[in-house]
């Protein structure tokens, strides 16, 4: 590996340590991810999964199941950055967890154009629409203690 792909490696995982630590912000009891996009080595965006604002902090059901309206961590990140005078454009999207089809779709409309992340998600479909359209994905395993 030579010098620039070390430090990119290392940049990559600083980010995905910052994403773990903010995943941390989520009420959801079953799985907390987080989120951050990052243009130009700044972060423009973060966010992590939960409930739409207004609505209770409580992302599960009686059954212990995740509420139909819960959002993904990608996803409330995207739609920050939609909400700023910023865009997507040719950033990259750290994420602790590979993102699903749905929240691939707003990555690829959003202009992201790299994706790394941490943890499988429980289908490989997301990751396949992006590596369809290009978009490079990249898995670090992270320690989280």
């Not at 620039?4 to 959801?28: F, H, T």
């Not at 989120?35 to 609505?55: E, Q």
């Amino acid at each position: 590996m030579g010098y620039q792909e070390e430090k990119q490696r290392q940049l990559d995982l600083r980010y995905l340590r910052m994403a773990a630590i903010w995943a941390e912000n989520s009420y959801c009891v079953r799985r907390k991810v987080g989120a951050l996009i990052v243009k130009d080595r700044m972060i423009i965006s973060d966010g992590y999964n939960g409930t739409p604002a207004g609505f209770e902090n409580v992302c599960e059901d009686e059954q212990g199941l995740t509420k139909s309206y819960v959002l993904h961590a990608e996803a409330n990140a995207i739609t920050k950055v939609a909400k700023s005078a910023n865009n997507c454009d040719g950033s990259t999207l750290y994420i602790t967890a590979a993102p699903c089809i749905e929240c691939s779709k707003l990555i690829i409309q959003a202009g992201i154009k790299r994706v790394v992340y941490a943890d499988d998600y429980r289908s490989e479909e997301g990751l396949d629409l992006l590596r369809r359209v290009g978009i490079e994905c990249v898995q670090y395993r992270i320690d989280r203690t």
